[in-house]
């Protein structure tokens, strides 16, 4: 073989074993620069986030006296009050007006007593109860309709605020319907919804923590002390956090506000509730996992080799997992899809 083709053969080979070299290395950087991540220990929680609204906590129902129409509001929903305020008045004029018969067949009902006394006496007979008995009837009646009079003026039975005030001037009002409801300002608890499929993940007495629109960052602390066994339909989305037609069970939060923080009712809240706590145990991402049926794998990555290895693991919670076995801490694994 002559020295021209030997160094032309030579320079060919030089390539193919540089060539190899350089793709030898394109695949060791692209295996390198796939995202690991150590297995670590530390606090998990479990939350959920939700929306509420403050609500009053057993506000005082006042109800109507008697059965008129509403001739004038002295309040309107929001405003604060004192004990014994005017709220609202009914009509008074067919209140008055039976006032006036009752008092005219009192009246009557007397004369005609007087007349029988002058004629006959006060002996007792027949006719004299009856008269008696058709007196105090009438007294009876005229005490029934002064009360009803009186109560055409409707006050506050305590101090707070008016949250609901369902009549309008000119609208009927029966004895005994609820015309206003008044809340105590310190006495208030915050109502939401929870989605059906976080009803297994929440507990009575979870903590809760909100903050108000109205008060941004300053966090309010709340337990969850009352979840309702009853669904309901939830058609407002922005009021439950929930999707529109989703079923929703309604839930209550009691809470002490911090200091320089005044909420009222009405006022929207931004929820989480804690509904699990896993301190100390071993977390990796959640990225990590990889699912074959029911079992769940991880490539450990060691100084040798990789290994895929089976894994049991508990709460999971914000792209974080709980490794219950499988794992030490400071093993490293690799993250599926980098």
Known sequence: MSKRIRRVLLILATVIVAGGLVTAGVVLAGSSSRETAIVERGNLEATIETSGRIVPKDPALVRSGATAPVAELDVHTGDHVNKDDVLLKLDQGPLQSAVDQATAQRDAAQADLALHDRQFGQAQTLDRAGLEQRVRDAERAVSQAQAALDAATIKAPEAGIVVELPAAVGTPVNQGAVVAKIANPANLELQLSLDEID??????????????????GRVIEGTLTRISSVAQATANPAASGTATGATAFPATVTFTPPEQVTPLPGMNASVTIKAAVRPNVLLIPERALRTVGDRTFVTLITPDSRQEREIQIGLRSGGKVEVASGLAEGDKILLQGS
């Open 199 to 216: 009803i297994p993940r929440v507990k009575l007495n979870d903590p809760v923590s909100f903050t108000l629109d109205a008060y941004p």
